[in-house]
């Protein structure tokens, strides 16, 4: 069965510092990857997501994830972060085809001044 | 503007009670999606459908019931046989399959005393 490990519940980094968060996958074949972000009481946003091509991809508010195939691996990433980019991240995976995202249990992104 | 609308934000019920959460799509999407979430579980899939007059359970099912009569209301209705209902209750919905981004709403925290 697929899953999702994210195996860091809460990371906190200092505002204008680099950022990783990791995701690890278990899935038979090339799975479709995605991270969401999630603010407070609210639903869902699609940062990004990778299907198939270049390994590296881009998404929105300056963020980028790579797929490591030989590590099953789909770390995001950010150069730089903003206090308010401060939330939680999500980080999915989904098989081709019409079937159920499977979600990993979030990391929680602390900004500090 | 199109998007997904769920209301209303905040629920709350007795023990015992029926209770149904609305969720209205104005994106023409085939697909459309319940999760729970709850902290440290990430989400978990309810029921989904992929096309009007059918849907199917997913992981965590039991105590849950949904219709798709309309293409664009997916209405979940959380029975008496749930047996922890509190939690934060998300509908989303895609194009077709979750391989396509999937858009969420802003959730309905449903609180039972």
């Known amino acids: 069965a697929q899953s999702v490990t994210q195996p860091d519940i809460h990371i906190t980094v200092s505002e204008g510092a680099s950022l990783e968060l990791r995701c690890n996958y278990s899935y038979g074949a090339t799975p479709y990857l995605f991270w969401y972000v999630q603010s407070p009481g609210q639903g869902l946003q699609l940062l990004l997501k990778y299907f198939s091509g270049d390994t590296l991809v881009q998404g929105i508010k300056g963020f980028e994830a790579e797929f490591k195939r030989s590590q099953s691996s789909f770390n995001l990433r950010k150069p730089s972060v903003h206090w308010s980019d401060a939330a939680e991240y999500f980080c999915?995976?989904?098989?081709?085809?019409?079937?159920?995202?499977?979600f990993g249990t979030g990391t929680r992104l602390l900004v500090s001044p | 503007d199109g998007g997904i609308t769920q209301s209303p934000k905040y629920l709350f019920r007795k023990e015992g009670q029926n209770v149904t959460l609305s969720c209205e799509q104005n994106l023409n999407h085939d697909a459309m999606y319940w999760y729970r979430q709850d902290p440290g579980q990430g989400l978990r899939l309810i029921y989904y459908?992929?096309?009007?007059?059918?849907?199917q359970k997913g992981d965590i099912a039991e105590g849950y019931s949904v219709s798709r009569e309309k293409k664009e209301s997916f209405p979940l209705t959380v029975t008496s046989a749930q047996k922890n209902p509190t939690a934060f209750y998300l509908c989303?919905?895609?194009?077709?399959?979750?391989?396509?981004?999937?858009?969420f709403g802003q959730g309905t925290r449903l609180t039972v005393v």
């Open positions: 999915a995976v989904g098989p081709t085809g019409f079937q159920k995202l499977v």
């Open positions: 989303a919905s895609s194009i077709e399959g979750m391989n396509t981004e999937a858009f």
């Open positions: 459908s992929q096309i009007v007059n059918d849907f």
